[in-house]
DNA sequence: CTGAAAGCGCTAACAA
DNA sequence: TTGTTAGCGCTTTCAG
């Protein structure tokens, strides 16, 4: 028979999936016995085994994962729910909570707010409603999120890369005012006076932080005076795009830029082309996120490295502890960035023989 | 009482969750009437229904989704199984589904395979034992990979981007052969004669179709001999790498290098780059997959652009099709893509003035 | 318009 | 070792 209307492919009595009864009929047992053996739970007879798992093959029994959950009040499904992911940064981190989950025996399940609070509302919503063991979140605002209704529900919650909620969850996040700090001390000590800092909404935890790291350098500047300087953007490309043509259209233009996150720097590299500015000569560059082609641009672009794979590990792990019944306190775990120093920011030496790693921020 | 120990932060009943009856005894109603309120699925008078919704919010009362779903006998939820998620190819694909679910009112649950085919097993049985509405796969092989199990059970499976089961399944792809055909020809039509050929995994259509689009641009030269010139990869940034590192050192290279997608692409840029290659000169480029950032490579990058956001979007109507009960054959969707021609496959001229575009390939 | 009762598929307690 | 029974939380007949 060809395979011409999928749907009506089924297996089975006409409606409906083969049953744990079904089994048990097929195999002259009882639905606790298959139960036994589908989940080892309890001895049973060799032959008895046998028999069931014969029962199994030819029906092609699947077990009904929703029935289990709803018998064992409990899932093994991870909920992770990031805030974009066309973005590299966050993706990254979600092999490392793969990893992790799969060492956990569960499974995850991935969302994405696409920076939309409407969007993330949603997702947690369904994540409750399908009572998943854990959630790992990645806020799209930290004024408007809000997972509290998970925890008041027994599920734990742990935050990743923004700051949220003043220690109520378990967080893995980085310490952005350091490196954002030792970024543009960076660009200050190749004698840019003048510097452009482009974040993302002054919203999110990372931006407020980045931006404060860019004012602790600046303000060690004589004469500092960042009006025109500074743009909020949407932490995308097309922001960081409207952002750098923002700056650099004034009619003092910056020397140095320092952009906030890696899609951003992309749209900032965009507009600095399209004005036809030389990097580093015209506008020296130090941008968030390390990327796997960042040495690949045109020239090759400064960027600090957060250690993203970690983030999710960490994460995690904490998540699975949470699960598996710790109560302590919150923890908040903080990762160190590092600076990579490339082309894009060099305006003393010309050329660079090789990149070079300016150590831990 | 402050918030040490998150998983005892329950709120009704020592254990477990605020049920429908907790509910319903509240408002002093039956469970039925809750249900109905929740649903709007029948007439129910205005005082009562005020009352239960009252209820519902001092309880902070969730309805469980597994319940829900085990009595409904379905779920509002896609799954979304792709190949690897580090690569922005797939991302893309997925925001074209997304947007197309939320349309459906239903949720997407999103697994990585990467490009694993053991793990891509566990995750289709994990959606199956889920019974998932249906299910959208860009296959980690097209040889081992196999989800006829979920059809078997009356689950639709929609393929995406490569080719699989030989028209059992509804697909949507690319024309990759002609699409590689033009890309190599563009190579030729350059002055290009010893043309190096990167791909993926032989057990990948994608790798094959692309491979035979370049043999088909390739045969059309004069003592055209591909020892030497074709290298299968990972489809990953290290694969590439290490493929255009082995075709670079052979004691003929090639003039030029045509690669079978992004991510491999960036690998063969860096060890062009390691060896102290110049692009075009010494060696021009052509990679599939238009990237945000492929104009700001150096050079810029002439790239093979795949309508990646509609391929996630027609998958997403077809799989809405299915779940409506729709049941005619399986169709296949093959959408074209476009040669971007930019500075890193140009030798003749020099320097154009604007990227060029050369149509539908 | 509302309530009572049955049952989705599974597992865990209790019997045998 | 195996079977019987009850019930997870919800929706959906069927009565009223």
Chains 1, 2 share one sequence.
Not at 35 to 49: C, E, H, I, M, W
Not at 153 to 171: A, C, E, L, T
Not at 205 to 219: F, K, V, W
Request: glycine residues 8%; hydrophobic residues 40%; contains cysteine.
């Amino acid at each position: 028979m060809p395979l011409h209307g999928q749907a009506s492919q089924r297996i089975g009595r006409g409606r409906g999936m083969t049953t744990i009864r079904d089994v048990a009929r097929h195999a002259g047992v009882s639905p606790a016995t298959v139960s036994r053996v589908l989940n080892g739970s309890a001895k049973v007879g060799d032959s008895v085994t046998e028999r069931v798992n014969q029962a199994i093959q030819e029906l092609r029994y699947r077990p009904n994962g929703v029935a289990r959950s709803l018998r064992q009040q409990s899932t093994r499904v991870w909920g992770l729910l990031i805030s974009d992911i066309q973005n590299p940064y966050f993706t990254s981190i979600v092999r490392g909570v793969e990893d992790e989950a799969q060492l956990s025996r569960s499974s995850l399940i991935l969302c994405n707010s696409d920076e939309n609070v409407h969007k993330e509302r949603m997702y947690l919503e369904v994540m409750l409603n399908e009572r998943v063991a854990g959630v790992i979140v990645s806020p799209a605002s930290c004024v408007e999120s809000d997972p509290t209704p998970l925890v008041e529900h027994g599920i734990p919650v742990v935050v990743v890369d923004r700051q949220f909620g003043h220690g109520k969850f378990d967080s893995v996040v980085i310490g952005n005012r350091a490196a954002a700090d030792a970024a543009v001390r960076h660009l200050v000590s190749q004698g840019a006076r003048r510097i452009g800092c482009i974040v993302g909404s002054e919203h999110i935890s990372t931006s407020i932080e980045r931006l404060a790291g860019y004012r602790d350098a600046m303000a060690e500047l004589p004469a500092y005076d960042e009006r025109g300087l500074v743009e909020f953007s949407d932490s995308k490309q097309l922001g960081g795009y409207e952002a750098a043509l923002r700056i650099l259209s004034r009619p003092q233009p910056p020397e140095a830029l320092f952009v906030g996150n890696n899609l951003m720097a992309v749209g900032a590299l965009e507009a600095i082309a399209n004005l036809g500015l030389r990097i580093p000569k015209d506008i020296a560059v130090v941008a968030f996120d390390e990327m796997a082609w960042s040495s690949l641009l045109a020239p090759p672009l400064t960027t600090v490295r957060q250690p993203t794979y970690e983030v999710g590990q960490i994460a995690a792990r904490q998540l699975a502890a949470r699960i598996g019944g710790y109560s302590g306190p919150p923890r908040e775990f903080v990762l160190d960035a590092s600076l990579i120093v490339r082309r894009s920011s060099l305006l003393t030496v010309s050329k660079p023989t090789a990149e070079s790693t300016i150590g831990e921020v």
